[in-house]
């Protein structure tokens, strides 16, 4: 094994992102020799879509929604399609993920790992809220404390390596608890065409917005959505009302999703291809027609996450105007009208994009 250098590993490159997840997957894809932009590889995963969760008056969170219908697993797309084997290993022991996490930095393999946000001291979560699927890169260590970056954190953060334990090892989101989970990166000789990878990943975003598998997803989700703004006053009561609707916010415009449900992000990735060297030259480059039909979609992507703006500001307005009153201050058929061009939009967007054919 080798010593790291003051603690961290050397010739790590952190660049400022949007979104947990493909910032860190970004930083440790550089790290190993392949360099792409943020909305790349976001993109190249696929995970993209919509996913809406309507529960009774009486749980506590009653509406969820989120603009992704998938996260980084041993099948991650991105590193499929760029020759990228990556390993996950999960541990039922907090003392053996950190164990074994050490020898892998001790190799200088950054890593990719699961925490629970609620532990991070620079982040305030709502009373008991928790989200354990963030995701941060994991640099180096010395004897108390972890080094790891954080998407929109120039410095690395220095976590106390028993909070980092207990971040790792977290039960309190039941959905998604991080199981101790870590992900290393390993660079194959040979990547397939950038060109054909982006159109795998089209078609896989595309089949997540139009053919999901079940109702609460993709452009069908949207709609339930859509048709449930109508009852919010009804869903939308009691003391949590107020959280909700600051979480409703979050979800759609802060929280990593480079705003806009992450179609600000898709929109950058669209914007790229259309004049990428590896998709309009070099090995299978992509036909006029193929750029054009992307470059129209980009418009009405454009138009749809400035509607998703739209909607989050004005769950900002009733929230900052009514606080615990703030259900009664929802313009419902503006938001129910926004959610209608919404839809519209991407209805039309993902049908078109679903002629990119490899």
Known sequence: MTELNDGMIKGFNHILGEHCESTAMRDVLEYIGLVFSEPMVFALDATMGFSYFRGSATQSLPIFVGGKQGTITENSLACRVLGVKITEEQFQSAERAWDRSKELLLQNRPLLIRIEMAYLPYIELPKGEFFGGHIMSLVGFDNENAFLYERDMKDPVELPIDVLKKARSS???????????????????????????????????????????????????????????????????????????????????????????????????????????????GVRPWRAEEINLVQDQLALIRQSAQYWTQFAREIKRAVDEGREDCVNHLDLQELENVGWEIYKLEETAFNNLKKIKI
Do not use: C
């Open 171 to 281: 039960k309190e989101d039941h959905w998604l608890p991080p199981r101790n989970a870590h992900y290393f990166l390993e660079k194959n000789p040979k990547r397939p065409p950038l060109s054909a990878a982006v159109k795998l990943a089209i078609q896989q975003t595309v089949k997540n917005m139009l053919a999901a598998s079940v109702n609460s997803l993709g452009l069908q989700g949207i709609k339930n959505f859509i048709q449930s703004i109508p009852s919010w006053k009804e869903i939308l009561v009691g003391t949590k009302t107020l959280v909700n609707l600051e979480l409703l916010h979050g979800y759609i415009e802060e929280y990593g999703t480079g705003g806009a449900l992450f179609r600000n992000l898709f929109g950058d990735f669209l914007e790229e291809i259309v004049t990428h060297p590896e998709i309009t030259g």
